[in-house]
């Protein structure tokens, strides 16, 4: 099946984006970032940033931005026949457009991969097809996804935690 990510959840002021790989089809069907109620991205953002969890999906975007933390896939489109990273058909990956998001957010500069997939198709499909900043500095987190599961969610935190430093840095 073909499908389409969503588009950036960013502001002009961001300076941290954190990139997945394509949304899983529970976040598709709900129109939001990490929908799954197992992923563990929002109950890290309410864990790093102090986000209550009962907060709304639109104004967790809101805070978020207001942290200057942006949210965005690297995929724009491609063939998955289920939720897993490892069911997209790699030849059929369209990455979004960076040239564009990076224009309208100068401020950033770190970017954070949620999970290895991310890290690699932005390596294959965004850094050697696209022209992309020089100020931009890459970390790999483990995968928030709950497919994830070989990893303690504690050390999964620690981990995620360098978002909150990152956001101070310029």
Not at 91 to 111: E, K, M, R, T, Y
Not at 119 to 126: G, L, M, N, S, Y
Not at 139 to 156: D, F, G, Q, R, W
Not at 164 to 169: F, I, K, N, P, V
């Amino acid at each position: 099946m073909l499908v389409h990510s969503f588009p950036p959840a960013i502001n002009a002021n961001c300076r941290v984006l954190i990139l997945g790989s394509m949304p899983g089809r529970r976040s598709l069907e709900m129109q939001q970032y990490y929908a799954h109620p197992q992923n563990l991205f929002w109950p890290f953002m309410s864990a790093i940033f102090n986000i209550p969890a009962d907060t709304t999906y639109p104004d967790r975007l809101v805070l978020m931005q207001q942290y200057g933390v942006g949210i965005w896939d690297v995929l724009k489109e491609c063939f998955r026949a289920g939720s897993l990273d490892g069911d997209i058909t790699e030849n059929s990956i369209v990455a979004n457009d960076f040239g564009s998001l990076f224009a309208h957010a100068p401020h950033i500069h770190h970017i954070f991969f949620n999970g290895s997939k991310a890290e690699q198709a932005f390596r294959r499909h965004v850094l050697k097809q696209q022209a992309i900043p020089a100020r931009l500095q890459f970390h790999k987190l483990p995968s928030t996804s709950p497919a994830n599961a070989s990893i303690k969610k504690e050390v999964k935190l620690a981990q995620w935690r360098q978002i909150a430093a990152a956001t101070l840095m310029v």
